[in-house]
């Protein structure tokens, strides 16, 4: 038994018209085209601008507050400094301290500890 083999139309079985179009090719100069040569470096990304210790940056922020009296706070700094000041603001990890009438700005990240004093 042979079966019975057709030879497929050369035209699609399915014919949607649409409209003609032409493709353009045009020719590349290499001049006109930037040649993307690829970067050897690495990419490093900037260190953050926060303050590391968690506490010490929650506490900073507290005391940043806007309140009716200025709370003094006793600072100590890693490098074993202490001094009694009020909090200004805090941008990042500088910090604004009114220390004896003179504005200093400090790393957040030097601060080892807060503390309350009294006025």
């Given at each position: 038994?042979?079966?019975?083999?057709?030879?497929?139309?050369?035209?699609?079985?399915?014919?949607?018209?649409?409209?003609?179009?032409?493709l353009v090719q045009k020719?590349?100069?290499e001049e006109s085209t930037?040649?993307?040569?690829?970067?050897?470096?690495?990419?490093?990304?900037?260190?953050?601008?926060?303050?590391?210790?968690?506490?010490?940056?929650?506490?900073?922020?507290?005391?940043?507050?806007?309140?009716?009296?200025?709370?003094?706070?006793?600072?100590v700094l890693t490098s074993?400094?202490?001094?009694?000041?009020?909090?200004?603001?805090?941008?990042?990890?500088?910090?604004?301290?009114?220390?004896?009438?003179?504005?200093?700005?400090?790393?957040?990240?030097?601060?080892?500890?807060?503390?309350?004093?009294?006025?």
């Amino acid at each position: 038994m042979k079966k019975d083999v057709r030879m497929m139309p050369e035209e699609p079985l399915l014919y949607i018209s649409t409209p003609t179009y032409h493709l353009v090719q045009k020719p590349i100069s290499e001049e006109s085209t930037p040649i993307n040569e690829e970067s050897t470096s690495i990419y490093e990304r900037p260190a953050p601008d926060v303050i590391r210790n968690e506490l010490i940056a929650r506490q900073l922020h507290f005391f940043a507050r806007p309140v009716k009296q200025a709370r003094p706070l006793l600072i100590v700094l890693t490098s074993g400094e202490r001094f009694i000041g009020t909090l200004l603001n805090v941008q990042g990890k500088q910090v604004k301290i009114n220390c004896y009438e003179q504005i200093r700005l400090i790393d957040g990240n030097e601060i080892e500890a807060i503390y309350i004093t009294k006025s």
